[in-house]
């Protein structure tokens, strides 16, 4: 059972994602590296992105350890890449894995905080570029793909200054406001397909993303990457085939 105002209580069967494959980006830290070694964990063939290879062999090799299926690594800067990269990796999945059934966007940077007066244009189009222009770039490249599954889940990631602006957050907030959109848009889009879209919005979690904006917090207090993974287990698992569209919290007030 799945409770909105309890997310992280759902408890996913252990082969939830058996004979998935779900493409993790962000995957080397973070929120993104819990979900995909959670992902594998429960079947999935998870293929693994993002820049720094090393860091990502890490997580290739917990994944082994774990004795969950092999999973691909595919590193692609997201600040630097454009549209026939993304197309290439479509290219690389169809013809190494066969298939898609899932992408979990995760991938994201943050600034200091700063007044809009006083923000650099080059961290503004940045931003731009790896938290809400590779979301666009990546699905497009991938939908057809996605279309094959028999039941595919786009997750996109969110925040809590996505959906009221608040001061000094400028480019990040924009950015994720974006993403709001983004997945409204597509899930209506997607509404008569095999392929749904949602977001979620993880709420202050421990990792070094939260450190940039909040660099003087007790962080004992804070949820860890590992807490919200069964949200994400929810919306990648064909528990939430009927779930198209939302914005969903995993830490509700
Ligand atoms: P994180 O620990 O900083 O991890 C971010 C991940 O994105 C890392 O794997 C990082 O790779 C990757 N990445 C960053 N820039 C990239 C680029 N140019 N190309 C490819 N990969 C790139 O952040 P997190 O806190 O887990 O955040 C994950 C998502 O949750 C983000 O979308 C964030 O906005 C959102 N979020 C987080 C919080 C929070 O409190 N933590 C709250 C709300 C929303 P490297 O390992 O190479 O850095």
Request: charged letters at 20%; a negative charge.
């Amino acid at each position: 059972m799945f409770d909105v105002k309890q997310p992280l209580n759902y408890q996913a069967s252990a082969d939830l994602l058996k004979n998935k494959t779900i493409l993790v980006t962000g995957a080397s830290d973070g929120i993104g590296r819990a979900v995909a070694l959670a992902y594998a964990k429960h079947g999935a063939t998870v293929i693994l992105h993002g820049r720094s290879v090393e860091k990502l062999e890490a997580v290739y090799d917990q994944i082994i350890q774990q004795g969950s299926a092999k999973p691909a690594i595919v590193p692609l800067d997201l600040a630097k890449a454009s549209l026939p990269q993304y197309q290439e990796l479509a290219q690389v999945i169809e013809s190494d894995l066969g298939k898609l059934d899932g992408i979990l966007h995760n991938a994201g940077i943050i600034s200091e905080l700063s007044p809009i007066e006083y923000t650099d244009a080059a961290i503004w189009h940045e931003m731009m570029q790896v938290n809400i222009n590779s979301v666009f770039m990546l699905t497009q490249s991938c939908l057809l793909l996605l279309k094959q599954s028999s039941a595919a889940s786009i997750i996109t990631t969110s925040s809590g200054v996505a959906r009221k602006g608040r001061a000094f957050w400028g480019p990040y907030s924009v950015s994720k406001f974006a993403i709001e959109g983004f997945t409204q848009i597509l899930a209506d889009e997607l509404e008569k397909t095999c392929v749904r879209i949602n977001a979620i919005n993880p709420g202050a979690t421990r990792t070094k993303m939260r450190a940039i904006p909040y660099p003087a917090e007790d962080v004992s207090k804070l949820m860890t990457p590992d807490d919200l993974v069964p949200l994400y287990l929810y919306l990648m698992g064909n528990d939430s085939l009927d779930v198209n569209g939302q914005s969903i919290d995993a830490q509700p007030k």
